[in-house]
């Protein structure tokens, strides 16, 4: 009897580790080069040289006209600051849904008493409530993981829209073709400094969000 009693209090310790996996996915902190890493940058892979005098390359007789931002620089703006707020109310909104389950478990568990003065009957219908409660507790916490998965693509387009947004009116007022994310370590190994326009993107940004 204490078995099977033990066997279902360590549903409750399941929970409390989905919980933790719950805080670790939902940390918004991770660095800002996740959401704006590029994938391609098949294009720099024909060209030995980034600091030639206008930063073009020749295709079909055209001249295309490219510039970067500093990805990291973007980390500290108030509006990615405000969107990392968003990020952690959704995390604390999935921790509380998981502490009420936790605590509901608990009162149908305590509800029960001690499992060893059950009468077979009544051992039967725990042992059938608990196979139900077990498979209610996988559906939970499936559900709480999929709503903060949506919260956090929402966020993550979000910051996408906002740094595509000002990269467009940046590159039209000023004749760019292509505006590319710079990171140290990433795809792209060196830009030249004539061509950098992360303080002009962060002015854009400032000022849209005002």
């Not at 990171?183 to 992360?198: E, F, I, M």
Request: with cysteine; net charge negative; glycine share 4%.
């Amino acid at each position: 009897m204490e078995t099977k009693g033990n066997n279902y209090m360590k549903i409750l310790v399941g929970i409390n580790i989905v919980l933790i996996l719950l805080l670790v996915r939902a940390e918004l902190s991770m660095g800002i080069d996740q959401f704006f890493n590029m994938k391609d940058f098949s294009m720099f892979k024909h060209s030995n040289d980034l600091s030639n005098e206008n930063n073009s390359f020749a295709a079909d007789d055209k001249t295309m006209r490219i510039c970067y931002f500093q990805a990291d620089s973007i980390g500290g703006l108030e509006v990615m600051s405000d969107l990392k707020e968003l990020g952690a109310e959704a995390q604390k909104k999935a921790e509380s849904k998981m502490r009420s389950k936790e605590r509901e478990i608990q009162r149908w568990q305590e509800s029960w008493g001690d499992l060893s003065r059950l009468l077979p009957a009544e051992l039967r219908q725990y042992q059938n409530e608990a196979q139900i409660k077990e498979q209610e507790i996988s559906r939970f916490q499936q559900q709480v993981q999929n709503e903060l998965a949506k919260s956090q693509e929402e966020l993550l387009l979000k910051m996408v829209e906002r740094v595509s947004e000002v990269s467009k009116i940046f590159a039209e007022e000023n004749d760019y073709d292509y505006v590319f994310s710079y990171q140290a370590g990433q795809n792209l190994y060196y830009g030249s400094p004539t061509h950098d326009v992360t303080a002009e993107l962060i002015g854009i940004m400032k000022e849209k969000y005002k």
